[in-house]
């Protein structure tokens, strides 16, 4: 069990926090895993009707321990992660995002499975998958395309470019940016709370609607992103970035042309 997250219950309501703000809620193998059984374990709770992700007022998430990274055996991660990403994607019933701060890797990755997000403006979101020389994850080479159009898609893929809370509210990532952290947790706990007055089942079947459409296409290409994700883990390029983020320094890619 990890103390790095948080585990609020409340009639209806299981609230998830992350809690390790010294690596600013970076994301450990023992993290993934506690919020993975905390949504396996709601999913088929009928006591439980919403979930509520957050990290800290000032920090959503660094995203994947980038140690845990360098350290991945041969195989990939491990399957805590996985295991978690799945647990999302699978889950029946709404989830709820409050984001401040940095939301980085899978913590930008992971809202696009959660149902409301809410942002503070001057969140920073980033998924810089090729810039440590790995590739998109868990539906975002899908996802984002359609949603925001390649243009787009291949500032934020394949440049790594951060953007703004207020960015990903205005191309539909977010549902609304806010002005703090407080201000998104409130809304984002608001919206949680509307959730409970509604029928559940009412709710969890139009969920289920609404996600359909090209859902096998979706699980395709989550398998493959995983395969090629978990084999560039341990790949030359990715270890030179890794080890140039952990030494503080400029990657140096030049050796690989
Ligand atoms: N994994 C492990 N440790 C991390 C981390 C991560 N993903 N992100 C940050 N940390 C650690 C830093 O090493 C630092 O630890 P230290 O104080 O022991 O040196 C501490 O958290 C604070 O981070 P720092 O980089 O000093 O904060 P910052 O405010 O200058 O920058 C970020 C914030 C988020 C921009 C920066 O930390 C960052 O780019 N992190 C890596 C994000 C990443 O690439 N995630 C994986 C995506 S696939």
């Given at each position: ?34 919020m993975a ?7 088929d ?25 360098m350290?991945a055996?041969?195989?990939g ?18 989830v ?15 809202l ?23 590739c ?11 949603l ?39 809304k ?14 009412a ?9 359909a ?14 395969e ?30």
């Amino acid at each position: 069990m990890s103390d790095h997250i948080i585990v609020e219950r409340e009639p209806g309501l299981l609230t998830l926090r992350m809690n390790r703000l010294d690596k600013l809620n970076a994301l450990t193998r023992a993290m993934y895993s506690r919020m993975a059984e905390e949504l396996n374990a709601a999913n088929d709770d009928r006591s439980v009707q919403a979930v509520l992700l957050a990290g800290s007022e000032e920090c959503f998430t660094s995203g994947n321990d980038l140690l845990d990274f360098m350290n991945a055996p041969k195989e990939g991660l491990g399957g805590e992660v996985l295991q978690f990403m799945q647990a999302l994607f699978e889950f029946k019933k709404p989830v709820v995002a409050a984001v401040a701060g940095p939301a980085v890797g899978i913590g930008t990755t992971l809202l696009l499975h959660c149902d409301f997000v809410y942002v503070s403006r001057d969140a920073m979101l980033k998924m810089p998958f090729v810039k440590l020389g790995l590739c998109p994850e868990y539906g975002s080479s899908l996802i984002l395309p359609r949603l925001l159009g390649q243009a787009r898609a291949n500032d934020l893929l394949l440049l790594s470019e951060s953007f703004t809370g207020e960015q990903a509210a205005a191309w539909g990532i977010a549902n609304a940016a806010l002005d703090g952290g407080a201000a998104t947790f409130a809304k984002a706990r608001e919206t949680a709370l509307q959730l409970l007055d509604l029928a559940p089942s009412a709710v969890q079947v139009s969920k289920r609607l609404m996600r359909a459409p090209g859902r096998e296409e979706l699980r395709q290409v989550i398998k493959e992103e995983g395969e090629l994700f978990g084999a560039r883990l341990k790949h030359p390029e990715a270890m030179e970035a890794l080890a140039a983020f952990m030494q503080k320094r400029k990657p140096d890619f030049s050796k690989f042309l």
